[in-house]
């Protein structure tokens, strides 16, 4: 099956299940101004240990938050979004403060 055929079935069965230590859960929504807001949970799995943190990408800048209260934003780029949010998580988690 192509790779298109494959993402369009995949979307029509909805995001997959997180998987794990490295799931991804996602949702989209419309703030008041009219511009899309995304966001999406993530986890990382650390010496037996799972973080949890959610990531929103609004306007181009990204925002990783933590249950703990780690907060780490940054501006996105060309690099992908998941990859992004895991990387900002794994920071949080190095500080102490997931």
């Not at 790779?3 to 794990?20: K, M």
């Not at 807001?37 to 990783?64: A, N, P």
């Not at 209260?69 to 794994?90: D, E, H, M, N, Y």
């Amino acid at each position: 099956m192509p790779s298109l055929q494959r993402w369009t079935a995949r979307r029509r069965r909805g995001p997959a299940p997180a998987r794990r230590g490295g799931g991804v859960a996602g949702r989209r929504h419309t703030e008041a101004g009219g511009h899309a807001v995304r966001s999406s949970t993530i986890t990382i799995e650390r010496d037996g240990k799972t973080y949890r943190g959610e990531y929103r990408v609004e306007k181009g800048m990204m925002e990783v938050t933590t249950a703990a209260g780690g907060r780490k934003r940054t501006q996105i780029g060309g690099t992908p979004a998941v990859a992004l949010a895991r990387l900002l998580l794994s920071e949080l988690i190095n500080e102490g403060n997931a």
